[in-house]
């Protein structure tokens, strides 16, 4: 087993890398929707969500995967509510790719997150 830190992403604050792998499987830790080296959020759900969509794209390519190599994605969001915007920016950003998925409403993240997605997928066939 490996672990993987992405230089596109913020360091992780806790004890924990962006992602591990072991064989030929890429486990990507939650990513919130910071921004390489910010502490500010972006506003509003549309924002967070293709700023957690990039950060989860940037450890799979730092582990040697890729978008199109996802086989299982699980997306916490903060309201309910925010699912159909999460659904449209998610599907236009991944495009072809439809990986096993999971949405779990949980009120609370961290930071004040509206959005964390963390993520499975292979490594990229060479």
């Not at 967070?48 to 190599?69: D, F, M, R, W, Y």
Request: net charge negative.
């Amino acid at each position: 087993m490996k672990t993987i830190n992405s230089p596109q992403v913020t360091l992780p604050a806790g004890h924990y890398s962006h992602a591990t792998v072991a064989g030929n499987l890429v486990f990507v830790s939650g990513q919130l929707p910071f921004p390489l080296d910010s502490k500010v959020l972006p506003e509003g759900i549309e924002a967070q969500t293709l700023q957690a969509l990039k950060n989860v794209e940037s450890v799979l390519i730092s582990a040697g995967s890729s978008l199109p190599n996802l086989l299982n994605v699980q997306i916490f969001i903060s309201d309910i509510a925010l699912w159909p915007v999460v659904n449209q920016v998610y599907s236009e950003f991944l495009k072809d790719a439809k990986p096993a998925r999971t949405i779990v409403p949980c009120n609370t993240l961290h930071y004040g997150a509206l959005i964390e997605i963390n993520a499975v997928a292979q490594v990229a066939e060479v």
